[in-house]
């Protein structure tokens, strides 16, 4: 019969083979549980998981009988995830240390035991398993909002992003995302792979931006030994090794020419060769392809072909700024907090209201990424358990003094309004024209001539 105890009771389950430890251990722990059981070895201690859902085990590691307190890690790690445990030796070394974290451990201590700091960590244990707890009742509320994958927002745009995802997920149309830097291009890429039919593929992710000219076509293609200096072996590109999955080109705006042909080619025939060989090898991967800049204005520019951005373009998704979702800041903050006090074994931490406050009324340039950095330095530099505004980085704090408005003509003073309306609206929409054209209820043709009038690009 499964022990059921009060939600906030702690349980700690004591296992070593010397009676006096385990007594000793329990008295020490007393006053921070609120049921200490023991047990001799493995097996009783298996017994007594299979009764008891207890939040934190101590183990020796060496047990009696055919299995020690390594394989009770393990053990533990399969059947009770959110159980910590505590590993104690007196033979402790290095390789046995890592063996035990490897296995699933939450930390490791060498006797004597110090009964001070088998407390200190038995509430690092305890703080760790409640924060393990609250993340996972707020991906189940991520879940319940519609939330997909890492992406999080209960926002009226994010939803409609969410759906587009839903819809084109198990297609192999070829998607273009759209968004400023930091605004999670990869993670939507990501999303629609997962949610797809060839989610068991593989996923590949190049970034075009970071490769030199002269390795792309290798890259993209692979190559045959022999084919250039250097080319040692046969190398597969990422259209083979994304064969039945996804291939995700971020930046794709950076490609130079002559590889924007090659990309065409593709696109166009299904199949490719390798640098240096002659079999033609079919496509098999559905192509996903970001951006953060204007296709449309590099097209007007020259530098983009534009029957290759109408090959990337059947379906366009284009993702908000932070600055145009501010609601979701307090859930990405709250989310973030909880992730990064579980990855660097911080304690629960908390914003104030004012620091909150702060926050939301950032600009967040950087977007997403810049607010998950923010939020893991302040995690791993703050000591106390509640971050107030005077903690938080001067760039968000600080307030710039504005200049006093320019003084014209209401002709004059409504043409500059409406520059900065468009161009704010272009950017929340990653220069995407026809969904900025929507937002500002205005058609893509009086949104070109606009822009062409106040220079916007």
């Given amino acids: 019969m499964f022990r059921v105890q009060p939600t906030d009771s702690v349980q700690i389950l004591i296992v070593d083979d010397e ?19 023991t047990a001799n070895d493995v097996n009783e201690a298996l017994d007594k998981l299979d009764t008891t859902q207890y939040q934190v085990v101590i183990a020796d590691i060496r ?48 006797k004597p035991v110090d009964l001070n700091l088998i407390r200190q960590q038995v509430d690092r244990a305890l703080d760790h398993g409640r924060l393990q707890s609250e993340n996972k009742t707020l991906r189940n509320q991520l879940a319940d909002a519609g939330a997909i994958s890492e992406i999080i927002g209960t926002c009226t745009i994010m939803q409609e992003l969410f759906q587009q995802i839903r819809q084109v997920a198990d297609t192999d149309a070829t998607v273009l995302i759209q968004g400023e830097s930091g605004t999670g291009k990869e993670l939507v890429a990501r999303a629609l792979h997962d949610l797809s039919s ?26 045959e030994k022999g084919s250039f200096t250097g080319a040692s072996r046969r190398k597969p590109g990422c259209f083979e090794q994304a064969r039945g999955g996804t291939l995700f080109l971020d930046e794709i705006t950076e490609i ?19 640098i240096g060989g002659e079999e033609l090898l079919v496509s098999d991967a559905r192509l996903v392809s970001a951006t953060n800049k204007d296709p449309l204005a590099l097209i007007e520019d020259g530098a983009f072909r534009e029957d290759l951005y109408y090959r990337l373009n059947i379906v366009p998704l284009v993702i908000p700024a932070l600055r145009n979702r501010r609601d979701d800041i307090p859930l990405l903050v709250e989310h973030f907090v909880q992730h990064f006090c579980l990855r660097h074994h911080r304690p629960a931490k908390q914003f104030t209201d004012r620091a909150m406050e702060l926050m939301v009324a950032a600009n967040w340039p950087g977007n997403v990424r810049q607010l998950r950095n923010v939020v893991e330095r302040l995690v791993v530099t703050h000591v106390g358990d509640c971050i107030d505004e005077d903690n938080l980085p001067s760039e968000l704090t600080s307030t710039k003094t504005q200049p006093p408005p320019a003084i014209g003509t209401l002709a004059e003073v409504t043409e500059a309004a409406e520059k900065e309306a468009i161009q704010a609206a272009l950017a929340s929409c990653g220069f995407h024209r026809e969904q900025t054209a929507k937002i500002l209820g205005v058609s893509v043709r009086t949104l070109h001539y606009k822009m062409s009038r106040y220079g916007l690009h």
């Fill in 198 to 223: 060839r989610s068991r593929g593989a996923f590949i992710a190049v970034n075009l931006g970071a490769l030199p000219e002269s390795l792309l076509e290798s890259e993209l293609f692979g190559h």
């Fill in 256 to 274: 130079p020419a002559k590889s924007q042909v090659d990309l065409l080619r593709v696109l166009e025939t299904g199949s490719f060769q390798r």
């Fill in 19 to 37: 009676p006096h430890i385990r007594s000793g251990l329990a008295k020490g722990l007393a006053k921070v549980a609120d049921v200490i059981d």
């Fill in 63 to 110: 047990l009696p009988g055919d299995r020690d307190g390594l394989d009770l890690v393990s053990l533990i790690k399969k059947r009770s995830p959110e159980t910590n445990t505590l590993v104690i030796t007196a033979h402790g070394t290095v390789e046995t240390a890592v063996d035990a974290m490897r296995r699933g451990a939450f930390d490791f201590i060498t």
